[in-house]
């Protein structure tokens, strides 16, 4: 008997605002513990809530990108349970009338397109953070995060193998940016995701036990706790034995699942709508509103790039996974037309050097201005691709125009027919051997010499000029000297 995975997963999104979801602090990350509290998101009695709306602006344009339908009344619960972090006693969330229902997300993995349906997102605050540090018999909170605006985006299981769902993640996490809704950054924990897992005999239509997985910090992990835990559940069910429904950790110095808690530990969070909130009300109008503002999302534009910059698929994907590449690309490409080059230039030279340091394009030393330019000293006969290749790191570094950086150098490429005629006589004056070889019909030896002229000048000579000299020299001259 043959298994097969089925996977449905919770995404929990950190919008990117300014703000809390129902206080003035600061939504700033990384600064000293408790210093962005106040009583309403300490949750000292008598403090009253206050909706943030630009938290909710970017729910419904999340929503929308994921073409979900917006509830154009909805609502906050309180979900109560005890927990250190939880100031409140309970944390705000949306449960029955959540704001954002039935959406989709299109993906493609190994080349096989899926619809995954979206079942809700809705708005939630985010809980404190206990901190497990200095000595062992001491446990602090800090609550600066307490309060943060949270998007939980959950799925329908939908989703077969980690290879689906790290592309479903990857989809959602590059639509969010594109947004600005959330800045994306797993490690950091501002795009949480707890994939839920179940296995079943091969074509069976009946969902299996499921088991939530939860610390899953990187695509990788999620990648491995996955397969992990199909490699475990089969082999339970394959050897006569039962799922039992709990929520298991992921343990990346193992690299197994263990338990965490099981279904008769959970919860029972006795929701129940939040009297100090009103319903959210939403016009249509605000909804037409942001629908038109929304940019062009990453396929759109992907599919916008293999047909009109006749670019492959692989290349739009890689080059619209961001915006600010996208647009870098785009820039570049208004100012040196030539779109492949470009492509292959930013995807190339441009990215190994971003990614190294973990810079996103915007903020490139390199800016499409100055690739432009370079582009077009190749282009023009300036300098060889190969320094230009060779020089790229240093322009990066520098942040120099490429004209003066290539000038400074002295790196202009050598066209000039007598300088290169000299170099390619000294060149046959040196190699003898191999210019009897040519003539004696052995062709290949031709690429030796080009070699030779290119090292000789540094790197400099025009390369088609020295093909062609070299070919009109060897087949005629007799070397001086010999
Ligand atoms: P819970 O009430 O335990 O949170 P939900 O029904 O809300 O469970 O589902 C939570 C997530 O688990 C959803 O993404 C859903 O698609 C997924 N899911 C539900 N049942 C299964 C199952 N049997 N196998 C895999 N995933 C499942
Ligand atoms: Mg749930
Ligand atoms: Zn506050």
Redesign the pocket.
Known sequence: MTYEA?????VHAQLRTATKLFCGCTTTFGLAPNTQCCPVCIGMPGSLPVLNKRAVELAIRAGLALNCTIRLSNRFARKNYFYPDLPKGYQISQYEAPICESGSLDITTNGHAKTVRI?RAHLEEDAGKNLHEGDAATSRVDFNRAGTPLLEI????DLSSPEEVDAYLRALRDILKYLDACDGNMEQGSFRCEP???VRPAGSSD????V?LKNINSFRFVKQALAYEIARQTKVLASGGVIHQETRLWDPEREVTVVMRSKEEAHDYRYFPDPDLLPVEISQEWIQELRQSLPELPAARAKRFVHDYRLPEYDASVLTASKDLADYFEACVRLFPNPKIVSNWVMGELLRELNARGIPAQRSPVSPECLAKLLQLVDEGTISLKIAREIFPELYASGKDPETLVHEKGLTQISDAQVLEQLVEEVMRQHPAQVDQYRRGKEAVLGFFVGQVMKASGGKANPGKVNELLRRKLASDTPSGS
């Open positions: 089925v996977i449905g997963v919770e079942r959950v799925t329908e299981p839920n897992i179940s969902l299996g036990t499921k939530e």
